[in-house]
């Protein structure tokens, strides 16, 4: 095989399942973990952004309950910066989605590698599992292998019930309806053997020094001042086009906001985003500042923490903006409703939807566009714009005025 040639994708994903079948014994379920073999622990996620994000708790957690192990974060390349400063991860190990499914020289240079790391223990703490992911867990050669015994969301039930052999012990949910934040934090509870608080586990971001003065002197160059007026973060993209809210319709809050507020508006998101973010860009009538595709992930969570609102989307940077710690307004559809968000405080972290009978359609939508996103009107989210500017981001803002009048140093 000359190098850098591409198999086509179902081909290499019969031959590499029959060759796991051959190359990795069948271990037995275990119902509990060896408290002696945890030393060099693995979490594997390979997921979203978002459900990353969702998952941070388990990292403290863990380090604590299992006498501050190391721990090694296996998750796409794109978020690994995100978690360089994260300090219950020593290491995050960068993984290509792209190379590893379709490079065969790539796979299984990956796969030698993480194998002679020799981990005692591999977590994945992932609801709803995918045949990849799966893989990379049973080719860790941990001693240990946990999982969730999850859905069939990502997962054929043949293929399911083959991979859960990879594991010598499966999780079960035990709330089949409910948030993934409680998911996850039930998963954790099962793994460590403890019960935990719902307030000792919210998703958190630690960001670096760098990063904080990189936002300020982005937001500085483009006369955005964090000590004006109210500053506020919208982000018309997502990662899935069926998931976005339209343009004109971000345009005319964004008019709303800086009438009725004098609101400074900026409209991020990744390159991907840049079509849409033009297309609000030319309807906002209002000043505005684009930083679409103009920051990195890092420095994006740093201007999320200089803004006071985030209005967006069901997207990673949703969830970003949950762990820096300010208010957020999701304009939400009814694929996953009420699973992914919101959670934490419901004062501060609100929803704009319009409910519909098919909700929790996994997003198999029956119409030929997401109407429960679609037809969310301006007036549904302005409402609830407004309301969590006046009853929160407001408060909040004179509170820190006072004390910085005070002397008082803010975090």
């Known amino acids: 095989m000359r190098r850098g040639y591409r198999l086509p994708r179902y081909v290499l994903r019969d031959f590499y399942s029959r060759a796991i079948r051959a190359a990795f014994y069948e271990q037995p379920l275990a119902a509990e973990l060896d408290i002696n073999r945890r030393a060099n622990v693995l979490v594997v996620r390979t997921d979203g952004l978002g459900d990353l994000i969702l998952a941070t708790p388990l990292f403290k957690h863990v380090k604590k309950a299992f006498g501050h192990p190391r721990i090694c974060l296996l998750t796409r390349q794109e978020w690994t910066d995100l978690f360089q400063n994260y300090p219950y991860i020593d290491e995050v190990i960068p993984w290509s989605i792209q190379k590893y499914a379709t490079s065969v020289r790539y796979r299984l240079k990956f796969i030698e590698a993480l194998r002679r790391r020799s981990f005692d223990l591999a977590i994945h703490p992932v609801y709803s599992r995918e045949p990849l992911s799966d893989e990379v867990v049973c080719c860790t050669h941990a001693s240990q292998k946990v999982g969730f015994d999850g859905d069939l969301n990502n997962i054929s039930k043949k293929q399911k019930s083959k991979n859960d052999r990879y594991y010598t012990r499966l999780i079960k949910s035990t709330s089949l309806v409910c948030s993934e934040i409680e998911r996850n934090r039930d998963f954790a509870e099962q793994v460590i053997g403890e019960i935990i608080r719902l307030a000792d586990f919210q998703p958190e971001l630690w960001l670096g020094d760098a990063d904080r003065i990189a936002a300020l002197e982005i937001l500085d160059q483009r006369a955005v001042s964090v000590n004006g007026g109210v500053v506020i973060a919208l982000f018309p993209g997502a990662s899935s086009a069926y998931k976005t809210w339209p343009a004109a ?45 103009r ?74 566009t997401t109407r429960c996103i679609q037809e969310i009107s301006v007036n549904d989210v302005w409402h609830e714009a407004q309301r969590i500017i006046e009853e929160v981001v407001l408060p909040s803002r004179r509170h820190r005025d006072t004390e910085l009048c005070n002397g008082v140093t803010l975090p």
């Open 249 to 293: 319709n971000y345009a005319e809050l964004a008019n709303r906001l800086h009438e009725r507020f004098n609101a400074k508006v900026i409209v991020c998101g990744a390159h991907g985003d840049a079509d849409i973010a033009s297309d609000v860009m030319d309807k906002v009538r209002g000043p505005v500042v684009n930083l679409t595709g």
């Open 295 to 368: 920051t990195s992930l890092t420095q994006l969570a740093a201007v999320l923490k200089s803004s006071d609102l985030y209005i967006g989307n069901d997207t990673g940077p949703l969830h970003m903006a949950v762990a820096v710690g300010i208010p957020t307004l999701g304009i939400m559809g009814g694929g996953h409703f009420g699973r992914f968000y919101p959670y934490g405080d419901l004062n501060k972290h609100r929803v704009a939807f319009k409910k519909m009978d098919c909700y929790g359609c996994n997003w198999n939508c029956i119409y030929d």
